[in-house]
């Protein structure tokens, strides 16, 4: 096992040991991986309502990356308006970020560094999530 998986084993055990998480990060530097990055999703009420948190901030190497893991972890959706789920006069609930986007170096919702809570989800790039959940 390389030392990432030994990390990304211990980071599964130990979800909120920061440490390890800064540990993973240098090794992923180390590797030549890409650094990872905070993508915001800010929530539109479409039909009037929120779902859930009115951010979600997901870690990821790629904004592209973050749209994905947004989706299969912590129940965003796209295009919502075109899938039926969303009101067309408001627009869809959620957007992607764009595949090229640079992303912030720590968790921000407009420039602004935040803490995780009720209405701002972290989604970590391990897999561990932090904050209110997307119901
Ligand atoms: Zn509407």
């Known amino acids: 096992m390389d030392s990432l998986a030994k990390i990304e084993r211990c980071l599964a055990t130990e979800p909120e040991n920061k440490a390890s998480r800064a540990q993973w990060e240098r090794e992923r530097a180390r590797l030549g991986l890409p650094a990872l990055r905070w993508f915001q999703y800010r929530q539109n009420n479409t039909g009037g309502s929120f779902h859930g948190p009115m951010n979600v901030i997901v870690q990821?190497?790629?904004g592209a990356e973050a749209n994905k893991r947004g989706e299969e972890l912590a129940g965003l959706y796209f295009d919502g308006v075109s899938s039926g789920?969303?009101?067309?006069?408001?627009?869809?609930?959620?957007?992607r970020v764009w595949e090229n986007e640079e992303g912030e170096a720590v968790p921000s919702v407009y420039d602004e560094p935040v803490e995780a809570g009720e209405e701002r989800l972290f989604v970590y790039a391990d897999g561990w999530m932090e904050g209110g959940e997307t119901k």
Do not use: E, M, S, V
């Open 60 to 62: 990821a190497a790629t």
């Open 85 to 95: 789920h969303d009101c067309d006069c408001c627009g869809d609930r959620w957007y």
